[in-house]
């Protein structure tokens, strides 16, 4: 296998330091608000990357922590009038509700940074101690950027070209604007811990470093996050930890990119900001999912309900393979006849590529369109009624759904029974155009009365009314099927 290194710009082999063991940290949430697509993207893709890592067989240690202090949980603690304690809690479960409802499998171990105050202050003190950090007269502790010859390996930005735009705010005590907090003095109505500096909090850079450290040993096989933490946290992170324990923070920086609300940057100021609850009011979880997975994960990747729909139809019609597949393989009886060799070859290679494209710097994007090809393989097993019938079709198609397992435990996608999913796509559809399911029902009913009572005038009245409600009725030997389209 082989990862994308942020630090050295280019694809690496990947080894683990310690053999058939893998250490992961991908940083959290800060919990002070409801989780947007921009989280569900990054948890998406970690989620698929130790998948990959253990379905190679490694013993993998994932670790994704929870920022529960920090100055928007106490913003918004105090706004409310309740405790930041409080914000964390409904926030953090809610991201794991909304987690647990794409696929995302949680992390081995998620600390909190309330949780683990004392190593924070360990690794502050060590660095005071070593000269690379210093304690102001009202209580902050700053790191000296300027102690640490990397400052900026990872991001490429050097401390002579940061300098230009940093400043220092009036009363602060910075010996340098490019220092940065490790810890805080508390402010009148903040929450705070007693520290060798006076009550504080710490600062947000120093928790990774203390708990990554805290229960995986360094180096970590593989650190990351969002394309947005590489400066200044991971940089930070790297330079206090570096500094404080003299051996390389992680071996490989793995970062997804940006997700854009309508080609457009999303925030809070343009209107375009999406929450995942937003999203899943109008789309199943799992097309979240797939939408998510079907860019690369370092590629940006444009949110639009266009986008949607377009990832919407592909998995219908995946879940409508499914279907037919598991239909044709509940015959019992097999007529003889060896299946095509070159379609069976076809279906080991597009399988088999599959694989080599997570492998591949876990490129989902490419392993999405080996899937397909795939399917399209099954569809000219069942198009063909000949070969569908016979003994090699039936091998075929086993195969097929051999194959598909993997599609579940690697991508976390296409577990679910088709009928159920089908099903579950006519509902939120039907939701988005605000259809009267009752009303469909009844007309559904009207059109099968009408047809055995052979009134085909009421009979297609019926029909074209549907139609013009969005809803699509084909007669097939099992009866008539409906849909919305």
């Known amino acids: 296998m082989q990862f994308y290194n942020t630090m050295s710009r280019k694809k690496e082999t990947f080894t683990p330091v310690r053999k058939g063991l893998v250490g992961v940290y991908a940083c959290g949430i800060t919990a002070y608000a409801l989780s947007h697509i921009g989280h569900a993207r990054s948890a998406v893709a970690f989620d698929i990357l130790v998948r990959l890592l253990r379905y190679k067989g490694y013993e993998v240690t994932f670790v994704r922590n929870f920022t529960d202090v920090d100055d928007k949980i106490i913003k918004r603690a105090n706004d409310e009038g309740v405790s930041s304690t409080e914000i964390a809690e409904t926030y953090i479960k809610a991201y794991h509700e909304d987690m647990d409802r794409l696929g995302v499998i949680r992390a081995d171990i998620e600390p909190r940074a309330t949780e683990h105050i004392q190593e924070m202050l360990n690794l502050t003190e060590r660095l005071i101690a070593d000269g690379k950090a210093y304690a102001t007269p009202s209580g902050d502790v700053y790191f000296r950027v300027r102690s640490f010859p990397g400052y900026g390996k990872l991001s490429g930005r050097t401390p002579d070209d940061l300098r230009s735009g940093a400043r220092v705010v009036p009363g602060d005590e910075k010996e340098d604007p490019l220092d940065f907090a490790l810890w805080k003095s508390a402010k009148p109505g903040e929450p705070y811990w007693e520290s060798p500096w006076g009550k504080g909090r710490p600062g947000w850079h120093i928790e990774c470093s203390a708990m990554s450290e805290k229960y995986i040993p360094l180096p970590l096989d ?85 986008n949607m729909d377009e990832s919407e139809r592909s998995q219908k019609r995946v879940y409508e393979c499914l279907r037919e597949v598991d239909k044709a393989l509940a015959r019992e009886n097999w007529k003889p006849g060896a299946a095509p060799a070159e379609l069976v070859e076809e279906l080991k290679q597009q399988d088999q590529s599959f694989m080599d494209a997570l492998e591949d710097d876990v490129n989902t994007a ?75 029902a009844g007309l559904l009913r009207e059109r099968q009365e009408a047809r055995a009572a052979k009134d085909f005038a009421r009979s297609d009245a019926a029909r074209d009314e549907l139609a013009a409600l969005g809803v699509e009725v084909r007669d097939t030997p099992e009866g008539p099927v409906w849909d919305i389209i």
């Open 222 to 306: 593989i650190h990351g996050g969002g394309l947005d933490l590489i400066f200044p946290h991971h940089e930070n992170e790297i330079a206090q930890t570096e500094a404080a324990l003299g051996k390389p923070l992680a071996n490989i920086w793995m970062h997804n990119g940006f997700v854009q609300v309508d080609s457009e940057k999303m925030s809070k100021s343009l209107g375009n900001f999406k929450t995942i609850r937003d999203i899943l009011e109008s789309y199943l979880a799992e097309t979240l999912r797939y939408f998510l997975a079907g860019k690369h994960y370092r590629s940006p990747i444009d949110f639009s309900l266009d």
């Open 366 to 440: 490419a392993a999405m369109g080996h899937l397909f090809n795939m399917v399209r393989i099954a569809g000219r097993v069942l198009e063909d009624k000949k070969l569908r019938n016979s003994e090699g079709g039936r091998d075929i198609l086993r195969a097929f759904r051999d194959a598909t397992a993997k599609w579940d435990t690697l991508l976390g996608l296409f577990a679910q029974k088709p009928e159920g999913f089908l099903a579950s796509l006519r509902e939120i559809r039907a939701r988005r155009r605000g259809l009267d399911m009752n009303k469909v």
